[in-house]
């Protein structure tokens, strides 16, 4: 099989986990726009929510450096607008003439860091790693939950990619079912599966590393890339080397390896891209489904690079200006 060449004209790829076909469109990035200048969304301690905590947090974890920071390095808290709703039984879906609904019950939560102004890409391994653990706390506990079927952890980093407040902070929800996109996801990897007998994403980790275009970063145990089919420009991808259906059994080691990768990744996006807005999040295998076998967890971030139109809302097929080979070849060099 030859390695793809850089694209220059548009061309359809199709994701080999979920079949969806994307469009990268290469001149679209030579259209002439407006250059848009952004800035950090900026607020004072004293009226931030997260400097000035007061209830009582569902998980403490102390700084690597206590006299730096007065004791706490971590905590999670109830969100106190929730999307979700607390219960004490399990929703049940129920018919509503053609149509079907279910209460909205859940957990959600905030994930708040010390600092009011440090970001992930600018803190230590040592406070990347612990932030890592808060969450795989978290997971553990909330995974015992009999209604919760899955669990997500996810990062939004500026206005544009829906954070309200500066101070930076992780959500994370725990849902009586499993979202659409996930469940495309899991049913992608196990019919590959299925008629390979081996892990989708294993295979797609196998060439990116022997081919190396769209590598960007590596170490002992975890490796970023741009995906072969990228939802949006510059997206990257953090996948541990070896085949792990769960986020949640990383040992202190691994986290340490994740730390220094999704530090590096972080920093790369920023500086080619003039520090832009993004999320990320985590997908790992559903809480009680046993996908372990077959699915491989992994980390998505998604720079804000552009907004939908109506070519990307009537037909779904996101149109990716800059190439991952090109993307690869900048975040390279950073």
């Not at 309200?164 to 992780?170: G, I, K």
């Not at 590959?192 to 994403?201: D, E, I, M, N, P």
């Not at 967890?297 to 080979?325: C, D």
Request: charged share 30%.
């Amino acid at each position: 099989m030859k390695a793809v060449k850089n694209v220059d004209g548009s061309e359809f790829r199709q994701d080999l986990v979920s079949n969806d076909w994307i469009l990268i469109a290469a001149r679209r990035a030579r259209r002439p726009h407006k250059e848009e200048k952004r800035k950090r969304l900026e607020s004072s301690k004293k009226s931030c929510p997260f400097d000035n905590l007061r209830d009582e947090p569902l998980l403490w974890l102390p700084s690597p450096s206590r006299s730096l920071f007065k004791d706490w390095w971590v905590q999670i808290i109830p969100n106190k607008f929730p999307a979700l709703e607390p219960h004490k039984t399990c929703p049940v879906a129920e018919p509503t003439g053609p149509y079907k609904r279910m209460r909205g019950v859940g957990f959600h939560e905030i994930i708040v860091s010390r600092d009011h102004n440090r970001r992930i890409s600018e803190m230590t391994l040592n406070e990347a790693e612990i932030l890592l653990y808060a969450y795989q706390e978290r997971w553990r506990t909330l995974a015992r939950e009999e209604c919760v079927r899955y669990i997500l952890i996810f990062h939004n980093q500026g206005p544009r990619a829906g954070a309200s407040v500066f101070h930076p902070h992780s959500q994370l929800v725990a849902l009586p079912i499993i979202p659409p996109d996930v469940a495309k996801s899991l049913d992608g990897s196990r019919l590959y599966f299925a008629r390979h007998k081996k892990c989708v994403h294993c295979a797609m980790l196998s060439w990116e590393r022997k081919n190396k275009t769209r590598v960007i970063y590596e170490n002992k145990n975890f490796i970023a890339f741009e995906p072969f089919a990228s939802r949006v420009s510059y997206e990257t991808r953090i996948f541990p080397k070896r085949h792990a259906g769960n986020f949640e059994d990383l040992d202190k080691k691994e986290r340490m390896s994740l730390a220094e990768a999704l530090i590096v990744s972080l920093k790369k996006l920023k500086s080619v891209l003039s520090d832009p807005d993004y999320n990320f999040f985590i997908h790992t295998a559903p809480a009680k489904d046993g996908a372990d076998g077959y699915y491989h967890w992994h980390i998505e971030i998604l720079p804000k690079t552009s907004i939908w139109a109506g070519l990307e809302l009537g037909t779904g097929i996101e149109v990716v200006a800059v190439s991952p080979e090109d993307a690869a070849k900048e975040l390279k060099k950073r």
